[in-house]
């Protein structure tokens, strides 16, 4: 009975991670603010006062429109604008916010289907000064797949040719995370997933991109604060989960 009863509020702690409303918005950017790239050329980055870019080639991370020669209305999900990365190099984009112990981020992302059998997007939770601590999301060989700190691991298949919905509440009080994929859940079996390192608090939002000439496209970034009148049901939750432990 005690097993079951431990076992319950594991489950209820981490249901209750999708059913928190934001508190407070952290960060949010659709890319519509900055000009877009009329032709896939040139030097078009994210709204520089939010974004912070790393590439050695100015095309590999650009924003783009409706407009854009050879894009696709497809490749937007919402508004005028996206963001694609392409190319060669280092191709790194990063946003840092007021530093957090729980955070909910939601963005849009879209794998083109030539490219699902590489390691393409990558994502994952900082902490204030850039080191990697928190979620550590990749979308590799048609898998999304995260890693422990130790090794990768498989949570679902991704889609590809549309945008899908990745939402991730991460908690770095109990250093666990669990993602909403495309309208479905994964919280292994209740107990979430472990983060990559040993946290502080969560303050730098970070993508990448991994395979060289390949693309992925980005939209609608938000980060959001976990509404505190439902933060306790969820500390319950994981109270749960320390003591099944």
Not at 70 to 86: D, L, P
Not at 136 to 147: G, R
Not at 148 to 153: L, P
Request: contains cysteine; hydrophobic residues 35%; proline residues 4%.
């Amino acid at each position: 009975m005690l097993k079951k009863r431990k076992e319950m509020f594991v489950l209820i702690g981490f249901t209750i991670m999708f059913c928190i409303q934001a508190y407070g918005s952290l960060l949010e950017d659709g890319f519509e603010s900055v000009p877009a790239t009329p032709d896939f050329t040139g030097d078009y980055d994210p709204d520089s006062s939010v974004w912070e870019t790393g590439e050695d080639y100015a095309s590999s991370i650009m924003v783009f429109s409706k407009t854009t020669s050879g894009a696709e209305t497809s490749w937007i999900h919402s508004g005028n604008q996206a963001v694609r990365f392409k190319g060669a190099g280092a191709r790194q984009l990063s946003a840092s916010y007021a530093p957090q112990t729980s955070v909910i981020v939601t963005f849009q992302a879209y794998i083109p289907d030539i490219n699902k059998g590489f390691r393409t997007l990558n994502f994952n939770l900082r902490n204030s000064t850039g080191t990697l601590i928190g979620p550590n999301l990749s979308f590799y060989d048609q898998t999304i797949k995260y890693h422990d700190g130790s090794n990768w691991y498989d949570i679902t298949n991704f889609v590809t040719d549309r945008y899908a919905e990745v939402t991730v509440y991460a908690d770095a009080a109990t250093k666990k995370f669990t993602l909403k994929y495309d309208g479905v859940l994964y919280d292994n079996g209740g107990a979430g997933y472990d983060f990559y390192g040993t946290p502080g608090n969560l303050g730098q939002i970070y993508f990448s991109f991994s395979q060289n000439y390949r693309e992925a496209y980005l939209d609608d970034i938000l980060v959001d604060v976990p509404e505190p009148a439902t933060f306790g049901l969820l500390i319950l939750g994981m109270f749960g989960l320390i003591r099944k432990k």
